[in-house]
Each structure stands twice: as structure tokens, then as C-alpha cells.
């Protein structure tokens, strides 16, 4: 079985810029996570879908990033304009329904806006 | 609100010698407690969890660890380290209702050197 995919794995762009991260949860998991950890800081939660749906979103720093999960499968986290300070790695998580508190994380995308 | 502190942000420990990384947590009621592990180039892979059963926890590759709620601790220990263990690694809480379980916090992590 395959685990949680992340697009690309790194992903170098200039400040103003556009970028779209892309994350194929486990197959039939319904929980979709982002987190993103800053150079040196703590992993930070970003939001929550529960198939298509947003769950909690309480994370998202500003409306530069925006999240979407087409169908409840896959999802993607667009930051537009990218800032400096939105350098750092994006990871995406999956859960199933049963068992929800146990997250199944991807090698994360690292993104550097230079 | 909860909290997770990580006490020393870097480890070294000698190949064969116990390792123990320290993981103090803050919350109004006890949470689900985690270790994760994240070696060079991949992704955050679960190594054990507290989910308010058992106080000493099992999980992967050797690795135990003890819920102390007197103590609000949660310590992650080896007895003898592997070349192997060189990694960084996460506590995380997360509440314990359906609404609250799928925000994990994290502490800012240990980085695992592992020396022969």
C-alpha cells in the first residue's frame, strides 16, 4: 500500500511567484492534514479536511494560502503571492476514519522563495 | 490549550548507550501523546503512541516510553543505541475528542547523533 505522496519535493521560486504543493493521502483515508515547519521552529498545524470538507482551518497564516481537496482525494496548497517568509517544508498527513488520531505523514515538500 | 516542550534541541549518544529524549506536555486534561522520528529525506514515521491505556508504551525499533501524569511527562528511552537511531525526533499531543484529535502539536524536536 502506498503511503503519503507529496509533490514535488522541493520547489525553489521567487519571491511573488506562484506555487501549488500537491498531497495524495493513503487510499481511503478520509482526514487530510498540512503542516508546515519554519527553519527552526516547531511543526505547525496548518488545517484540517474531513473528505472534501474543511475541518478546522485555524492554522492558515493569511489568505495568501489557499487549500482544496477535489473529490476527497488528493489536495493541494496553493501560496500566492509566495513571501520569504513562507520558505520552509510543508508536510501533508492522512488518517482514517476509525483510528483519526494516528497520522500518517509524507517526506514533506521543502520550499525555498528566494 | 495544549503544549509540548522538548527539553534539548540536540543528542548525542555513543553507539550501545541508553538514550533518553525528554517530552513534558502541558494540557487541562490528559491528551494522546507521540513520538515521531524523521530520518534524512523522509517523511515523519510514528514510533509509538499513548492513547490512555498502558502508561509504559511499546513502539518500533526498540524505543519505550512512559506516561507520567504527575510529572506531565512523557520521555522517550532505548536502552542501547543503534548507528541506526541518528535522526530527529518529534513529541506531539493532540486532544482526545473527535473535534480536538486531529490538531497534533509538536515540540520543536531532537536531533539524535549517534557516535561509535
Known amino acids: 500500500e502506498a ?4 509533490f514535488p519535493s522541493h520547489s525553489v521560486i521567487e519571491k511573488g511567484q506562484t506555487v501549488t504543493l500537491r498531497c ?46 477535489t473529490g476527497g482525494t488528493y489536495s493541494t496548497l496553493k501560496v500566492q503571492p509566495a513571501e520569504l517568509e513562507d520558505s520552509g517544508v510543508y508536510f501533508c498527513a492522512s488518517s482514517y476514519s476509525g483510528g483519526a488520531y494516528i497520522q500518517y505523514f509524507g517526506a514533506g515538500t521543502r520550499l525555498s522563495v528566494l | 490549550a495544549q503544549s509540548v516542550t522538548q527539553l534539548g534541541s540536540h543528542v548525542s549518544v555513543s553507539e550501545g548507550a ?12 490528559p491528551p494522546y501523546l507521540f513520538w515521531y522520528v ?9 514510533l509509538l503512541k499513548y492513547t490512555s491505556a498502558a502508561t509504559l508504551v511499546k513502539g518500533i525499533n526498540g ?12 520521555h522517550l528511552t532505548k536502552p542501547s543505541a543503534h548507528m541506526s537511531d541518528a535522526a530527529e525526533y518529534f513529541c ?12 497534533l502539536q509538536f515540540g520543536a524536536g531532537t536531533q539524535v547523533v549517534v557516535t561509535p
Not at chain 2, 18 to 29: D, F, H, I, Q, T
Open chain 2, 38 to 46: 524523521q530520518y534524512p529525506n523522509q517523511g515523519l514515521q510514528l
Open chain 1, 3 to 6: 503511503g503519503v505522496t507529496q
Open chain 2, 63 to 74: 524505543f519505550e516510553a512512559e506516561f507520567k501524569k504527575s510529572e506531565t511527562s512523557f
Open chain 1, 24 to 69: 495524495d493521502p493513503i487510499s481511503g483515508h478520509d482526514n487530510l492534514y498540512w503542516y508546515r515547519r519554519v527553519m527552526g521552529k516547531e511543526i505547525k498545524f496548518l488545517l484540517h479536511f474531513v473528505k472534501e470538507s474543511k475541518q478546522d482551518e485555524s492554522g492558515m497564516p493569511n489568505n495568501r494560502f489557499l487549500a482544496e481537496r
Open chain 2, 18 to 29: 541508553l538514550v533518553l529524549l525528554r517530552c513534558n506536555y502541558s494540557s487541562s486534561v
Open chain 2, 92 to 103: 506531539a499531543v493532540s486532544g482526545v475528542t473527535t473535534d480536538s484529535w486531529g490538531k
